[in-house]
């Protein structure tokens, strides 16, 4: 008898939920969403963490409306997951159809031409990563060139960077595009960023003269550019680096202590601020750690007991590591901790601390490096 009770029971409870259900499915059958609010659906499913759920809302979403703006946010939302999974192709597939379907000034295309930049130059697609950006060129405003010629230019050398032959070609084509962007730019901001980069690849190759061959090149086209002084600080420190300490602080020692002036003079505490960081970097830079350490802390003076001050004592400490110094750096360390105990500015001190230890013991005793065992060459041996 007890059967057949909860067998009714269970019975009436369906009679009663089943309209309900159905009603509610008409309901939503009849009412179709939207593309943004599936989309909107898609977010919040994602933002719960029912990824699963959300996914298949996006796919839903770019099935049903593929040529809807929502559609192309969800192929973003999509291929985000996918890179999240670790599935670079996928996520390239959602990110073309978004840049193919679409002209570069919508920010989805934009913004999804910069994930397919990214990802064909993680996957080494160069060639894939260049066509790209020769039609984003092609599409872009005049006064939006001179951004995808920049990342052109920074692609041509990392292609160069990548692979062990030389390519003279790509290296000659980047270094001509940075060139011209940096005398001929009527965007001042992409005019900086093109000397810098510019400047920046021959530094890095140690050619110090054709570093500066690009400041001086530069300063003879843009006299008067506000940034002059910084440019030639910047050449003294290459020269240095060239080995010419003479010329060096002959170009430096009175642009640094002018700059030092024009920072007491300054009115604006934020801009007086930036000015002695930018002081003390160069002088750093120079080699010349004692006077680095004294503007450093001139600018502790102006901002007593802050997170700036704090921040600025640990990196007088950090210069003299970089430097090499580590027994000044470690003494400044422990005053620190000294100064600060019981708090979590002593705990940031003794983690440098014990970091830098862990580097000297590395230092002093490196690991054995393991044999490699000989592999014998193709015919030879029996």
Not at 103 to 132: H, K, M, T, Y
Not at 230 to 247: D, I, R, S
Request: some cysteine; overall charge negative.
């Amino acid at each position: 008898m007890r059967s057949t009770m909860t067998s009714l029971s269970i019975r009436r409870v369906l009679r009663v939920a089943i309209p309900i259900l159905f009603v509610a499915v008409f309901a939503v059958a009849c009412g179709k969403q939207t593309p943004d609010e599936q989309l909107a659906e898609a977010q919040q499913l994602l933002s719960e963490r029912q990824t699963a759920r959300g996914v298949i809302k996006l796919k839903e979403l770019i099935r049903d409306n593929s040529d809807d703006p929502a559609a192309a946010t969800g192929r973003l939302l999509l291929a985000r997951y996918y890179t999240q999974e670790g599935n670079a192709q996928k996520a390239l597939e959602q990110l073309q159809e978004v840049v193919d379907a679409y002209p570069l000034s919508d920010p989805n295309a934009e913004f999804a031409l910069n994930g397919v930049l990214s990802i064909r130059l993680q996957i080494g697609d160069i060639e894939g990563a260049l066509a790209q950006l020769d039609k984003a060129i092609e599409q872009a405003p005049d006064d939006q060139k001179s951004d995808w010629l920049l990342d052109k230019a920074a692609v041509l050398l990392q292609s160069v960077r990548m692979t062990e032959e030389p390519n003279p070609e790509a290296t000659a084509k980047a270094l001509e595009i940075l060139n011209d962007l940096m005398l001929n730019s009527e965007d001042a901001q992409a005019r900086g960023q093109a000397r810098e980069q510019l400047a920046d690849y021959y530094r890095s190759r140690g050619e110090f003269a054709k570093s500066n061959e690009v400041y001086e090149k530069y300063l003879a086209k843009y006299p008067d550019d506000k940034v002059r002084d910084h440019l030639e600080l910047a050449m003294a420190v290459n020269l240095m680096k060239a080995g010419e300490e003479e010329k060096a602080h002959e170009l430096f020692d009175p642009r640094i202590a002018s700059m030092r002036e024009a920072a007491e003079s300054e009115l604006d505490q934020q801009t007086q601020l930036q000015m002695l960081q930018d002081v003390a970097r160069y002088y750093e830079a120079m080699g010349d750690l004692e006077n680095a350490e004294a503007v450093k802390k001139e600018l502790m003076g102006k901002v007593p007991m802050t997170k700036m001050a704090i921040d600025t004592q640990f990196d007088i400490a950090m210069m003299y590591a970089r430097a090499g110094n580590t027994d000044r750096a470690l003494e400044i360390l422990e005053q620190i901790k000294e100064e600060n105990p019981e708090s979590q500015i002593s705990e940031q001190a003794d983690g440098l601390i014990q970091g830098i230890q862990r580097q000297l013991e590395a230092l002093a005793n490196p690991a054995p490096l393991e044999e490699t065992p000989e592999v014998p060459m193709p015919g030879a041996g029996s």
